[in-house]
Structure formats: C-alpha cells, structure tokens
C-alpha cells in the first residue's frame, strides 16, 4: 500500500471516529443550526462536523506524510480558516468580520507556499499573489454558500479532491488531496444519518473551501509548462465557481444582498424543476467529479483540440447560468 493511500485510510477512519465526539461536543455547548427561514431541517443539529473532516486530514498529513514535506506550512491557514468557522458556527460574524479573516487566511496560505501557490499569470510576483489569494478567498466562500443539502458538501469536496489527487505531480500533495475526500466520505454516514445527524457547519465548509483552493493552485503549479495552467482551477472547481456565479449575478439583478443566504442555489434550483435533494445532491456531486475530470482532458490536449474544449466549457458554463437565471426562485420564499 502507498503512503498515499495509507494517509487516505488513517483519515477515513479518523473522520469517521471524530464524528460521534463533535456531535457530542456540538450538543453539549449548544453549538446547533437550528430549523427556521431557509433551512430544510426540522431540527436543532449539532454543528462542528467540520472538526472531524479537519482532524483526518491534519492526523494524515502528520502521521504519515514526510517530515520535510512543505505542506506542513499550510497548516496555520488552515487552523486559522478552521478557527474562523468554529467561530462563526458558535455566532454568526458579520459579513466584514468574515471576509477579513478569509483574507487574512488565504494570504497565509499564499505566503506560505509562495513557489507553489502563485502560478505566474501577470509575470508580477505581487499581481499573482494577490491573485492567489483571491481565488482562495472566493473559493472558501463558494463551497461555505453551496453547503445545502445532506451531503452535498461532502461529496462535492471528495469529488474535486479525488481528482485533484489524480492529477497531482507530488505525492505529498496526493496525499493531501485523497486524505481529504477520504475526510468526506468518512463524514458522509454522520451528516446522511436520520437519528445522529451532524452538519459540517461553518468550520467544515470553510477548512474544505481553503484546502480545495490551495490544491487546484498548487496542481497548477505542477503544470506551468501547459499554456494558460491558471485554466486548471477553474476547471478543477468548475461547479462551486459556476454555482456562485449564479447565485451573485442573479442576487444584484433581483437587487438582493449577495451575502444574506437563500434558497437559490444549483441544488435549489435543480428541485424547483422537479428533481428531489438526494437526486439534486447526486447530480451535482457527479457533475464537479466530470467537470474536475476535464483538467486531464486540458493539460494533454494541444493546439485546436484545447482551444476547443475550453471554448465549449466557457459555453457550456454560460448555458448553466444563462438557464438558471431563468429559475423563478425568488418566487418561493425563502
């Protein structure tokens, strides 16, 4: 068995046993999202899964990646992002409140692996940092907005990071990368439970959001001998970037606040035309495993034949949103 896929189990299993004292640890100082507004559930539910997901990453990493690797650099962004979402679990923080510690957040990273995030786009060392930091940024905010429905997160976290994994040059970030899905999936049975139901929450969605950004940049890094390599993320992270594009073109046209949450999401709108959330769940998590699975299509592609599939992606993207524009979501109350 490769290292790679020793670090996959040990988070797993260390997901899957960190579940049930989060839960407990949730309850217990009334960490709870509880029902109301546009929320689905009809219970108060422990909030912190994301505690686990953060463990089994972190204990793979520690446990069983090498000493030398420079991924433990990442880690104080990392806890820091985590700190953030506990944070914001335990009591909501004002929109500048968050943003603030995203940068802050997000600029670690950056600063931390500054030969290995900042793919050269402009050629300027502090054009591209600043650039790095940004789509690190908008990163953790598209998978903190698309955390729905039961599961979604999760699955659409493992879907990016498994291929991400694929497609990964070093086998420190491959270990990173499929310790991470494995992190998900061993949440998964926790967060699908009906009895023992436990929610990512903030300081899942957040840690996932920084830990999937800081992997498609540094996948990117591996191929700066590719024309356009700054294409990879987005490719990478195609879904959550097209669904919070939707979600903030269609929010400024309906002259809505950006940052006030709404059921007018990809999965929202995918049940408004008829699928149920399980179906709408699974679909999309299919649909950022394919689009995620386009990277390796670009990066051996030449010529005309990339040309091509980036200038249907673009297209195909644009339908997306055009389509769901059309979505009479802000019909439904939210």
Same mark, same amino acid.
Do not use: E
């Given at each position: 068995m490769t290292f790679e896929a020793t670090g996959a189990a040990v988070a797993f299993v260390a997901s899957l046993m960190l579940a049930p004292g989060c839960r407990w640890l949730a309850r217990r100082e009334k960490i709870l999202d509880r029902p109301g507004g546009r929320k689905h559930h009809a219970a108060p539910t422990p909030l912190l899964g994301g505690l686990a997901v953060a463990g089994g990453v972190v204990l793979a990493l520690v446990l069983v990646g090498p000493e030398t690797t420079p991924l433990l650099r990442l880690l104080p962004a990392l806890a820091l992002a985590l700190i953030l979402g506990v944070t914001d679990d335990i009591r909501e923080m004002t929109a500048h409140g968050k943003a603030a510690g995203q940068a802050v957040a997000s600029a670690l990273a950056v600063a931390a692996l500054p030969e290995l995030l900042a793919p050269h786009i402009t050629g300027l060392r502090a054009a591209d940092f600043l650039l790095a930091a940004a789509f690190l940024v908008g990163m953790m905010n598209a998978v903190n907005f698309a955390d729905t429905f039961d599961g979604l997160c999760a699955l659409t976290s493992a879907a990016i990071l498994g291929v991400s994994g694929t497609l990964a040059t070093s086998p420190d970030v491959r270990l990173v990368a499929f310790a991470g899905a494995a992190a998900c999936i061993g949440? /998964?049975?926790?967060? %699908? =439970? +009906? !009895? !023992?139901? *436990? &929610? *990512?929450?903030?300081?899942? =969605? *957040? &840690? *996932?959001? %920084? /830990?999937?950004? +800081?992997? +498609? %940049?540094i996948v990117a890094g591996d191929y700066e001998s590719v024309a356009r390599p700054e294409m990879i993320p987005l490719f990478l992270c195609g879904v959550p970037i097209v669904d919070a594009t939707t979600v903030a073109l269609h929010r400024v046209l309906a002259r809505r606040p950006i940052v006030v949450g709404g059921r007018d999401h990809l999965s929202h709108r995918l049940v408004l035309a008829g699928l149920t959330p399980k179906v709408a769940v699974l679909a999309l998590a299919a649909c950022s495993g394919a689009t995620a699975a386009l990277t390796h299509a670009y990066v051996s592609l030449q010529g005309p034949a990339r040309t091509t599939l980036v200038a249907a992606s673009w297209i195909a993207a644009s339908a997306v949103i055009a389509v769901s524009l059309r979505s009479r979501v802000y019909a439904q109350r939210d």
């Open positions: 949440f /998964l049975p926790w967060n %699908l =439970s +009906a !009895r !023992r139901k *436990l &929610f *990512l929450g903030d300081t899942g =969605s *957040l &840690f *996932l959001g %920084l /830990l999937i950004g +800081a992997v +498609a %940049l």
